[in-house]
């Protein structure tokens, strides 16, 4: 059973940080490619960072400078560390693990960024 668990999200003012971390369990983590998504209230789901199996990290122009996805195979594990964090931020942060070519996802932390 492959199971996604995020943590480390909360509330926090402009300018802040914050920094999310996901566990994976139940998919061989080191060859999965691993993401970041979020979900702001009536808005499509999007990709906020990637990072690949052999480590190539992608970020879309939103996020790029202030977000820094990374894993630690070792650990099975993924981490969002946020920066200079705004109120357009403020989103449920999911968790996302590409492995045997299906996508699977946790059950999302939210992130509330106060201006």
């Known amino acids: 059973q492959v199971q996604l668990v995020e943590s480390g999200g909360g509330l926090v003012q402009a300018g802040g940080s914050l920094r999310l971390s996901c566990a994976a369990s139940?998919?061989?983590?080191?060859?999965?490619?691993m993401g970041w998504y979020r979900q702001a209230p009536g808005k499509q789901r999007e990709l906020v960072a990637a990072?690949?199996?052999?480590?190539?990290?992608n970020y879309p122009d939103s996020v790029k400078g202030r977000f820094t996805i990374s894993r630690d195979n070792a650990k099975k594990s993924v981490t969002l560390q946020m920066n200079s964090l705004k109120p357009e931020d403020t989103a449920v942060y999911y968790c996302?693990?590409?492995?045997?070519?299906?996508?699977?996802w946790g059950q999302g932390t939210q992130v509330t960024v106060s201006s």
């Open positions: 990072i690949t199996r052999g480590g190539s990290t």
């Open positions: 996302n693990a590409y492995y045997g070519r299906i996508n699977y």
């Open positions: 139940g998919i061989i983590f080191s060859i999965s490619d």
